[in-house]
């Protein structure tokens, strides 16, 4: 189980797009929130993971994608996102938006230079498989 929750910690990291060349303690920080394995409803070793995670004033990540569908709800200040092929928007305090399984994620980068923003992602994924996969 510890080593599973490791696992979840580094993908969540990974998964909300830390800067190029960030230590991951250095930048966002993530607090996991619940991992639940839902196979007896959905079959197939499917897990739901939620993350809390902090983003720095200004900090800002890279391209990449996710397994499964993932829901992100912004509990505090505004990030803004951009989605392939769907322009840029800003996500306040109690919005929220949501990722198809593999779409490109371009950017997501706090829209404040002062304030921290904190959002909870939920992940749907299969057991063992990696939240997060970097776009090359």
């Known amino acids: 189980m510890k ?3 490791k696992h979840l910690l580094f993908a969540l990291l990974v998964c909300l797009a830390m800067p190029a060349g960030m230590h991951p303690q250095q930048g966002f920080q993530v607090k996991v929130m619940l991992q639940k394995d839902l196979s007896v409803y959905m079959g197939r070793d499917m897990v739901l993971s939620v993350g809390e995670v902090t983003i720095p004033p200004g900090a800002a990540g890279t391209k ?3 397994p499964g569908p993932t829901f992100v709800y912004v509990l505090e200040g505004a990030v803004d996102v951009e ?5 840029a928007k800003v996500y306040r305090s109690g919005e929220g938006f949501y990722e198809d399984a593999h779409e490109l994620h371009m950017r997501t980068k706090n829209a404040s230079a002062t304030e921290s923003a904190c959002i909870l992602a939920y992940h749907l994924s299969h057991k063992g498989e990696p939240l997060t996969q970097p776009e090359k």
């Open 83 to 87: 989605l392939e092929g769907v322009p």
């Open 64 to 66: 990449h994608r996710h």
């Open 3 to 5: 080593g599973m929750l």
